[in-house]
């Protein structure tokens, strides 16, 4: 069981609200990852962090911002939410000690969000 | 082009009864290749990792084969459960970063029924 928790699991909010989705673990993992997940669609990597003080945004283009102040805190906030962003978002975290090739991804249970 | 295509979509079998689901990937250079299962409002869970010179490699019940020349891989699921039921994701990561860039699948649905 993987030691990473989300929170909220679920949301439901209005357009144009701030939102701050979070994301813990405890395993001392240096790597932490956001990814959005539409149903029957592939995982997109939104943003990711090596350490603290170091994020990068991924490969889908997102309005989403993150912060990396403790390494076991990596929440994603956003400004100012739009229909366009309902989709689940599941966060996800590694170890660089374990080497690329067996580096293993644990992921947190994700949080469903719904804009109206 | 990188990706990573899967088939079936998705899939019924009795229980008791075994399975093998597919990946096909495009990704290169190639570095590993992942088999993820995810129940339905969950998380991915790791199942398998598999570098190149790897050509098959056991989870219990769960078996992935790779065939790093055609670019192919299979996870076979023998003696299906009830609680075998969820998305299986295959996962190719690539060397050209230090990133190791992953490629998802879109999954298999896997349904299991008594």
């Known amino acids: 069981e993987a030691d990473i928790y989300q929170t909220p699991r679920y949301l439901v909010i209005g357009t144009g609200k701030k939102i701050t989705l979070e994301c813990s673990q405890t395993?001392?993992?240096?790597?932490m990852y956001w990814y959005q997940q539409d149903p029957g669609m592939e995982l997109h990597l939104i943003h990711y962090?090596?350490?603290?003080?170091?994020?990068e945004k991924g490969d889908l283009s997102s309005e989403s911002t993150v912060s990396r102040i403790r390494t076991e805190h990596f929440p994603l906030t956003l400004e100012s939410a739009r229909p366009s962003h309902t989709s689940q978002y599941l966060c996800?975290?590694?170890?660089?000690?374990?080497?690329?090739?067996?580096?293993?991804?644990?992921f947190g249970s994700g949080t469903q969000l719904s804009v109206l | 082009k990188n990706q990573v295509e899967q088939s079936p979509q998705s899939l019924i079998i009795l229980e008791g009864k075994n399975c093998t689901l597919q990946?096909?990937?495009?990704?290169?250079?190639?570095?590993?290749l992942r088999w993820y299962k995810q129940d339905t409002g969950r998380g991915p869970v790791s199942l398998t990792i598999?570098?190149?010179?790897?050509n098959t490699k056991s989870n219990g019940r769960y078996t992935a084969t790779l065939d790093a020349d055609t670019k192919q891989s299979s996870l076979h699921i023998t003696a299906s459960q009830l609680s075998d039921s969820a998305s299986y994701i295959c996962?190719?990561?690539?060397?050209?970063?230090?990133?190791?860039?992953?490629?998802f699948g879109r999954g298999t649905q896997l349904t299991v029924w008594p």
């Open positions: 996800a975290s590694s170890f660089s000690r374990d080497g690329w090739a067996q580096e293993k991804l644990f």
């Open positions: 962090s090596y350490g603290v003080n170091s994020t």
């Open positions: 990946c096909n990937y495009t990704v290169s250079p190639f570095s590993n």
């Open positions: 395993m001392g993992h240096d790597k």
């Open positions: 996962v190719v990561s690539d060397r050209g970063s230090t990133l190791g860039r992953l490629y």
């Open positions: 598999m570098t190149f010179s790897e």
